[in-house]
Each structure stands twice: as structure tokens, then as C-alpha cells.
């Protein structure tokens, strides 16, 4: 039975358990030219199996975009909870793809764009509202960010959404719009080895919701990957980008893998798998946090799902892993 401190209340009231299910990988292969941005094949009955086992084991919450995949991750999810109103789906806009080619073809914020992409987003998840719609271009200018977020404030209104979000790494662009009616969350980068520790405050100054993707370091934390392991090639994990940090030329990042290497032991506290205790790690942080882990498989699902059977880690035991890492980090 979760406890109060892995349950999360949200912005419409609902308390659910404060894990979601990051639906990125789920979409399959889509590309910028050569460049893989999706997380390689995927098998679409496997996919709706493990959103059901998800459902089984308690998570209501799950987030994905309106590129992920070119719109495949959306309709997957769609197929998967349609008839579903006990389930919180958060998406994003900002990046557009062709379903066709499975390019990525722009980044746009201009209102004709949003509009046309709720509503391709709602047409895919097969629901009347959004609960949750999030603005994915990270880094986009705030002052030009004012316009976006009035168009969401109308569509807001207009019962087109329950409520908006930002996801983006950057503290001045989650504080300026922090105030808005309807501003609820944002999306951000932070693990155990990335712990985002000035936006997490702008998040709890005012009371908006942690979504943490990459809370197991894209899959960097799942302690499955040794050093000469190379990922596949329509993996996004194996694609020079810039923002790629914890995987170089396909291979884990040696930095990365030394951080890991010196924590390992404590985040097996109490007998949590490494995913369990990277989870739990999140949950030790803040009450405002709510890891959405990727998944493919029902087995990664019943893991992670088990993190929450165990429950944040003791305080003691988190303040050790930071102290480690900062040391670590000297040493380098």
C-alpha cells in the first residue's frame, strides 16, 4: 500500500502515487535527417501491455509529446487508455513531425500551430480534454514565451485543456510564468546524477509540480550498461547531440559511469534495485516531485512500479549519495 510521502495531490484535487510512466520510447523510431530521436523498435503489443500492467500496479499518470514517435507514441497511448477517466495524460507541442516520413520537419509557437496541434493530440489520445499540455521547446526566448502561454490560457477557457506547463531546464523561464492561473508544472531533467537543485526550488517557491524526465539517466541508472555496450543505432542514446550527456559515440559517458560507480551501494539501500533507489532518491528530495521513467517492456514497468512499495530514501542515506557525488566530482 503507498504511503503518503509516494502519493502526490495534483492541481484538479486528484491524489495519485507520484510516479508516471514516460512515454517517449514507446513511439518508436523518428528522425532529424540520419539523426535517431526515437529509442529504436517497438513492439505495440508489448507497448499497451505495459501501460495496462502500469494500470494494474497503480500508476495513473503518463506523459508523452506530440513528436514522439511522429504522433505514434499519442495514438499508442490512446489505444491503450481509451474509456480510461481515472488516468492523468500530460503531452507537449513545440516540436512538429511528418507521420509519413517520421521526420522532424520544424519547431514552431505561433497560435495557429498550438491549435492545430491539440487538436491532433486529442484526435490520437482519443479524449475531449487535455489534462496537461506542456510547451517542449527548452531553451524558446521568455519574453517571446508570454504570447505562447496567453494562447494556452485561451485554450484553457475554452475547456480545451485542465491545466499547462513548461518543460524546460532553465529557472527564469519556470519563474515567469509561475503566477499564471492554470501554470501547474514543469518538466525538467533531474536525477540522482543531475539534481537540478535551483529550479527545484523555483518549483517549490510556488507550489507547481517536479516532473523529472530522465530521472534514471536514460537508462544510465538502471546499472544495465557496461562500458563496452554500444547502443543501437536507431537509438537516440547513440546520436551526437549536444544535450546527450550521459552517453558518448554510443557508449556510456566514463564520467557518468564513475558517479554511478560510487553510489551504486547506496542506492541499493534496503534491498531497492538501482532504478528503485534512483526513484526513491527523487521522492527524498522534494514532495513536489514525480519521476516519469521510460519504459518498454512490462518488466521495466513492474520495477520501477516497485520503487514505490519501498518509498523515498531515508534522508540520511540521500544526503550520504550527495555528498559522494560533490567528492567525486572534485576528484574529476
Known amino acids: 500500500m503507498n504511503s503518503d510521502k509516494t502519493m502526490i495531490t495534483l492541481w484538479n484535487g486528484r491524489t495519485i502515487p507520484r510516479l508516471g510512466m514516460g512515454c517517449w520510447a514507446i513511439g518508436g523510431p523518428f528522425y532529424a535527417g540520419d539523426v535517431p530521436l526515437g529509442w529504436g523498435e517497438v513492439d505495440d503489443n508489448e507497448s499497451i501491455a505495459a501501460v495496462q500492467r502500469a494500470l494494474d500496479l497503480g500508476i495513473r499518470f503518463f506523459d508523452t509529446a506530440s513528436n514522439y514517435g511522429a504522433g505514434h507514441s499519442e495514438e499508442v497511448l490512446g489505444k491503450a487508455l481509451e474509456g480510461r477517466d481515472d488516468v492523468v495524460i500530460a503531452t507537449k507541442f513545440g516540436f512538429a513531425t511528418d507521420p509519413a516520413t517520421k521526420q522532424a520537419t520544424g519547431a514552431f509557437a505561433d497560435e495557429a500551430f498550438i491549435r492545430a496541434s491539440v487538436e491532433t493530440s486529442l484526435r490520437r489520445l482519443k479524449r475531449e480534454r487535455l489534462d496537461l499540455l506542456q510547451f517542449h521547446l527548452n531553451d524558446f526566448d521568455p519574453e517571446q514565451s508570454d504570447a505562447v502561454f496567453d494562447v494556452l490560457e485561451k485554450l484553457r477557457g475554452e475547456g480545451k485543456i485542465d491545466a499547462f506547463g513548461w518543460s524546460t531546464d532553465y529557472p527564469d523561464r519556470a519563474e515567469r510564468h509561475a503566477r499564471c492561473e492554470g501554470f501547474v508544472a514543469i518538466q ?7 539534481p537540478a537543485a535551483e529550479l527545484l526550488g523555483v518549483i517549490e517557491k510556488h507550489g507547481l509540480i517536479s516532473i523529472d524526465r530522465g530521472p534514471l539517466a536514460m537508462g544510465l541508472l538502471s546499472g544495465k550498461f557496461s562500458a563496452d555496450k554500444t547502443i543501437g543505432e536507431k537509438d537516440v542514446r547513440g546520436a551526437a547531440l549536444d ?20 553510489v551504486r551501494e547506496l542506492l541499493r539501500t534496503d534491498g531497492r534495485t538501482l ?26 514497468v513492474e520495477e520501477n512500479a516497485g520503487a514505490l512499495d519501498k518509498g523515498p530514501l531515508p534522508m540520511a542515506v540521500a544526503d550520504e549519495i550527495d555528498a559522494v557525488l560533490r567528492t567525486v566530482a572534485i576528484a574529476a
Open 243 to 262: 544535450w546527450m550527456i550521459y552517453f558518448k559515440d554510443g557508449r556510456v559517458a566514463p564520467e557518468f559511469a564513475r558517479m554511478l560507480d560510487a
Open 275 to 300: 532504478s528503485q533507489g534512483a526513484l526513491a532518491w527523487l521522492w527524498a528530495k522534494s514532495d513536489r516531485t514525480l519521476p516519469i521513467p521510460g519504459f518498454r517492456t512490462v518488466a521495466q
Open 188 to 194: 525538467h531533467n533531474m536525477n540522482v546524477l543531475s
